[in-house]
């Protein structure tokens, strides 16, 4: 069964930065696209950032120049690099991968807070 667990929330500052991981097993899963998405109390989750595993990275306006998926030769995990965040990035996080089907991870807690 696949599974992605999601690691590297926590409470930072305004102005301050995270990294979000994403790892995926079993490591030779096959997929097309992998993405982040939020969801804040009160409110729709919403997709942050996007990548085709064949293509571009897409990234909402809210946090484009901010937030990026760096490069990584590791297949099995997607990294969500978050700088200058601010209060209304606060939200649990989730991965999502898309294979023979959509997958979740459980979601990590982000708080942006002074």
């Known amino acids: 069964q696949v599974q992605l667990v999601e690691s590297g929330g926590g409470s930072v500052q305004p102005g301050g930065s995270l990294r979000l991981s994403c790892a995926v097993s079993p490591s030779n899963t096959r997929l097309t696209a992998m993405a982040w998405y939020r969801q804040a109390p009160e409110r729709q989750r919403e997709r942050v950032a996007f990548i085709s595993l064949s293509g571009p990275r897409h990234y909402a306006d809210s946090v484009q120049g901010r937030f990026t998926i760096p490069l990584n030769n590791a297949k099995n995990i997607m990294y969500l690099q978050m700088n200058n965040l601010r209060a209304d990035d606060t939200a649990v996080y989730y991965c999502?991968?898309?294979?023979?089907?959509?997958?979740w991870g459980q979601g990590t807690q982000v708080t942006v807070s002074s």
């Open positions: 999502n991968a898309d294979g023979s089907e959509y997958y």
